[in-house]
C-alpha cells in the first residue's frame, strides 16, 4: 500500500501541474486514484450490502468534494460541477459501473498475469 499511495500522491501532483484542462487532473485526483486503494480496505468487509453502502457514501463524499473544490476553488464553471440532484444520479451510476469494471479486469489481470 505504500507504493500505492506514493504512485497516486506522484500521479496526482503530475496531472494537476502537466495537464493543461483541470477538470479530468481534478477527478483523478480527488475521485479516480485514490478509490483503488481504498477499494482495497472496503472489500475486506464480509457483508456485500454493507461494502456497497459504504462504497456508494464514498463515493459522495468525494464527489461533494470534487464539485466544492471545482466551484469554489477552481472557479470552473461546468454543469459537471454543480449540487444538482442529476448530477449526483449520474455520478452514482457511473461509479457502480465502475466499480463492476474495475473489480472484473482486476480479476482478469489477476487470472492472466
Known amino acids: 500500500m505504500g507504493w500505492a499511495a506514493g504512485l497516486y500522491t506522484a500521479t496526482s501532483v503530475l496531472s494537476l501541474v502537466l495537464l493543461p484542462a ?19 480496505y472496503i472489500e475486506r468487509i464480509k457483508n456485500t450490502a454493507v461494502q456497497w453502502a459504504v462504497k456508494l457514501v464514498g463515493f459522495n463524499v468525494f464527489f461533494t468534494v470534487l464539485i466544492w473544490v471545482g466551484r469554489s476553488v477552481l472557479f470552473i464553471e461546468d454543469p459537471i ?27 482478469l489481470y489477476v487470472k492472466k498475469i
Open 22 to 40: 483541470k477538470t479530468p487532473g481534478l477527478f483523478y485526483a480527488i475521485i479516480g486514484g485514490i478509490y483503488p486503494i481504498i477499494k482495497a
Open 81 to 107: 460541477f454543480a449540487f444538482k440532484w442529476y448530477v449526483y444520479l449520474l455520478g452514482n451510476a457511473a461509479f457502480v459501473l465502475y466499480d463492476i469494471a474495475f473489480s472484473r479486469m482486476a480479476m
